[in-house]
């Protein structure tokens, strides 16, 4: 009977976790060893409860986003603070943990279809197709929220609620009906230097020797009966640092200095 428990979406929990250790052990190396992944407020990990947590995130690759965050939640679970030293933590991963992916983009091939089976729900995006924004929108698929709500009934959901690698572009209004129907606990993540060390799909490594962040926020404080949507958008905007306010202007000597830095730097471990 162990071997074929199964979770609501029917996937095999046994293959589930083989699944997450063969990954895990193969892109360790890129988040510790020839990058360098900074992580702040793991202990916030460690507080939350095994359902209903969302976590929002600014998006830079289609994958490695996704994958440094499976890193760095069994981590933080298995007692590392701030860390993802020692792969080991990943032999007894939290099989509930599943991230709202474009469906195109998880039937692109082979390796996105295996990706998927570790905890993808797959949605149909209603403002752009293959790569490109339609002129009238799609209606939302029932199925896609139905999944979404199963899976926080089950445990935790990533998603990004741009849909978008592109920074600051707005953030989509079906996260925060999520928020306002099913009150989950909302925690914001932060990243940046993904987009530098992968390519756009996050599977082959650009450079060497970057300086990855991951920060890890406390959860958002929402009134669920009072917020407007809008309210609840603005707060996500601002909380993954994706808000308007946030874009500035930065010398071209200063982007060029850093990209100087970031080719000559190198990490030890």
Same mark, same amino acid.
């Given at each position: 009977?162990?071997?074929?428990?199964?979770?609501?979406?029917?996937?095999?929990?046994?293959?589930?976790?083989?699944? @997450?250790?063969?990954?895990?052990?193969? +892109?360790?190396?890129?988040?510790?060893?020839?990058?360098?992944?900074?992580?702040?407020? /793991?202990?916030?990990?460690? %507080?939350?409860? #095994?359902?209903?947590?969302?976590?929002?995130?600014?998006? $830079?690759?289609?994958?490695?986003?996704?994958?440094?965050?499976?890193?760095?939640?069994?981590?933080?679970?298995?007692?590392? $603070?701030?860390?993802?030293?020692?792969?080991?933590?990943?032999?007894?991963?939290?099989?509930?943990?599943?991230?709202?992916?474009?469906?195109? +983009?998880?039937?692109?091939?082979?390796?996105?279809? @295996?990706?998927?089976?570790?905890?993808?729900?797959?949605?149909?995006?209603?403002?752009?197709? %293959?790569?490109?924004?339609?002129?009238?929108?799609?209606?939302?698929?029932?199925? #896609? +929220?139905?999944?979404?709500?199963?899976?926080?009934?089950?445990?935790?959901?990533?998603?990004?609620?741009?849909?978008?690698?592109?920074?600051?572009?707005?953030?989509?209004?079906?996260?925060?009906?999520?928020?306002?129907?099913?009150?989950?606990?909302?925690?914001?993540?932060?990243?940046?230097?993904?987009?530098? %060390?992968?390519?756009?799909?996050?599977?082959?490594?650009?450079?060497?020797?970057?300086?990855?962040?991951?920060?890890?926020?406390?959860?958002?404080?929402?009134?669920?009966?009072?917020?407007?949507?809008? $309210?609840?958008?603005?707060?996500?905007?601002?909380?993954?640092?994706?808000? +308007? /306010?946030?874009?500035?202007? @930065?010398?071209?000597?200063?982007?060029?200095? $850093?990209?100087?830095?970031?080719?000559?730097?190198?990490?030890?471990?």
């Amino acid at each position: 009977m162990f071997l074929i428990k199964r979770n609501p979406f029917g996937h095999i929990l046994f293959l589930k976790k083989w699944l @997450i250790r063969i990954f895990a052990v193969l +892109t360790h190396k890129r988040y510790r060893g020839f990058n360098q992944l900074q992580i702040e407020g /793991s202990e916030i990990i460690k %507080s939350l409860p #095994d359902t209903n947590v969302l976590f929002i995130s600014n998006h $830079q690759t289609y994958f490695a986003d996704v994958v440094a965050m499976f890193h760095v939640f069994n981590a933080s679970l298995s007692g590392r $603070q701030d860390s993802i030293k020692n792969v080991g933590y990943i032999w007894q991963p939290k099989l509930n943990i599943y991230y709202v992916a474009a469906k195109e +983009t998880m039937q692109a091939g082979l390796l996105p279809k @295996i990706l998927s089976y570790a905890g993808a729900i797959t949605v149909e995006r209603t403002w752009r197709s %293959s790569g490109k924004d339609v002129t009238e929108k799609r209606d939302i698929n029932p199925n #896609d +929220t139905e999944n979404i709500k199963i899976a926080l009934a089950d445990g935790w959901v990533i998603t990004f609620p741009q849909g978008t690698t592109k920074s600051f572009k707005p953030v989509r209004k079906g996260t925060a009906h999520i928020i306002k129907q099913h009150r989950p606990i909302v925690v914001p993540i932060v990243i940046d230097g993904f987009r530098r %060390s992968f390519d756009k799909k996050g599977l082959r490594m650009k450079k060497k020797g970057i300086l990855q962040s991951f920060i890890i926020k406390p959860p958002l404080e929402i009134d669920y009966d009072n917020d407007t949507i809008e $309210q609840i958008v603005e707060k996500i905007e601002f909380a993954i640092e994706q808000h +308007t /306010s946030f874009l500035k202007v @930065i010398p071209a000597e200063e982007i060029e200095a $850093q990209e100087a830095l970031n080719k000559t730097r190198q990490w030890e471990y």
